[in-house]
């Protein structure tokens, strides 16, 4: 068991700002090119990454991490680096773990829902079929596709580092289906989580801790540290 597993969202990306946009207007087209796992930051994402960096040095020596593992996606190593290097502190090098990759969506990647309709007219259809836990877009994964890689992710955190303070920078879909996983949650729990606490937010914090031989939350999707938008 870990002593303590620190979840964040990596900071804002430059899809967050556009896909929001052109989701609103309704548009085909959104304005990122190139592939998913490249994406940037924003500017506000790197101020994000850098109060991230803020709190984790105002924490007791005693509950800094030991151990840090991104995603391998740029936004998510980004928000470490950044993150790191505004902390002044020696943290630790982190590493990248392919289990962590936001959820692929396959064919559906950087499409708005507007072109998904027009190009992909069955998916709704499939979609609805299949319910939103199993349903897999074309080529890419299902939310069950992800605890599944996230259950193996967290068994090899338990064998590699028992007793130690592990921080993981990663995807809002990683976030949300780790409380799945380590809290043992169906999907309808898992539904309530979002209606209750919203979307997970970028560059937010969740905690859990080791609490009579399990991991507990202490606390869920807290942007606190961030400055006001």
Request: proline share 5%; net charge negative.
């Amino acid at each position: 068991m870990v002593a303590e597993l620190i979840l964040v969202r990596h900071g804002q990306s430059l899809a967050n700002v556009a896909f929001a946009a052109a989701d609103a207007d309704g548009l085909m087209e959104v304005a990122v090119s190139g592939r998913d796992a490249e994406v940037p930051l924003t500017e506000t994402g790197e101020e994000q990454a850098a109060a991230l960096g803020r709190w984790l040095a105002a924490l007791p020596d005693e509950h800094r991490p030991q151990v840090a593992i991104t995603s391998p996606y740029l936004r998510a190593r980004e928000t470490w680096r950044i993150a790191a290097e505004a902390s002044g502190l020696d943290l630790p090098e982190p590493t990248t773990d392919d289990r962590l990759v936001d959820r692929l969506m396959g064919e559906l990647e950087l499409l708005t829902r507007a072109a998904i309709a027009a190009r992909f007219p069955d998916e709704s259809g499939r979609r609805a079929a299949a319910g939103e836990f199993e349903y897999t877009p074309p080529g890419g994964e299902s939310f069950a596709d992800i605890a599944v890689r996230l259950r193996s992710f967290l068994d090899d955190l338990r064998d590699r580092h028992p007793g130690e303070r592990v921080i993981v920078v990663a995807h809002d879909a990683v976030v949300l289906m780790m409380r799945a996983v380590i809290e043992n949650l169906d999907w309808d729990e898992v539904l309530a989580v979002e209606k209750e606490s919203g979307n997970v937010r970028n560059a937010s914090i969740t905690r859990f801790a080791a609490a009579s031989g399990k991991l507990t939350l202490d606390r869920y999707n807290v942007i606190d540290h961030l400055p006001p938008t």
